[in-house]
């Protein structure tokens, strides 16, 4: 792409024009991230018009280097953990370690036809948030380690030993969750499921 014309470039000499054009690039994604965090359609909506309020407050701080989708989705996860530690209003607790479930028991604001595309939310939603956010990333953005890494800020090693473990604890939570009534959860592809979620979750164009 010649970089004249990218809106992400231009956003660096405060154009206006490329503002607006790429908040529309990235809007959906943006949703997409809050989709099966915030159980409440209405908050969610909140919280998408609270990032790129930051957003519109911060773009001068973007340099035009590395991944657009990670600057903003880290303003998102920003945005996402503010929300929770309103909710949690106990500064000794880390809400990165706690799970959206824990946090809010409203059930997911997503609907899926398939038994097993409920099972991959709910058992999404039951990890700690941070284990839940880069399944999520990894399954429904297709973002790589260092993408990943550069949200986070951590390292791509971090990211990897974080994806293992997620995935091993996703793993057992939908063995609990569908407990004998759906036996093809003990033989799964888990690969599979997840990313088959992906185009229930919402829509949107992808950028980066």
Request: charged fraction near 35%.
């Amino acid at each position: 792409m010649d970089e004249t014309n990218d809106p992400w470039r231009r956003l660096t000499d405060g154009d206006k024009e490329a503002w607006d054009e790429a908040v529309t690039t990235v809007f959906g994604r943006v949703r997409v991230f809050f989709a099966n965090k915030v159980s409440d359609a209405n908050e969610s909506n909140e919280l998408t018009q609270r990032t790129f309020d930051r957003l519109l407050q911060v773009r001068s701080n973007y340099t035009g280097s590395g991944s657009p989708r990670s600057y903003v989705l880290g303003i998102a996860r920003l945005i996402l953990l503010e929300y929770f530690r309103e909710k949690q209003r106990d500064p000794r607790v880390s809400v990165e370690e706690l799970s959206v479930a824990a946090m809010d028991r409203r059930p997911s604001s997503v609907l899926v036809a398939r038994v097993e595309q409920r099972l991959v939310l709910e058992a999404l939603r039951r990890l700690t948030l941070d284990h839940q956010i880069v399944l999520e990333l990894y399954y429904w953005e297709d973002m790589s380690d260092p993408e990943i890494a550069e949200m986070l800020e951590c390292k791509e090693n971090t990211i990897r030993g974080r994806r293992t473990k997620a995935r091993e604890k996703m793993r057992e939570v939908l063995k609990e969750l569908e407990a004998g009534a759906y036996p093809a959860a003990t033989s799964m592809d888990l690969d599979k499921w997840a990313r088959g979620v992906r185009g229930q979750v919402g829509a949107g164009e992808r950028v980066g």
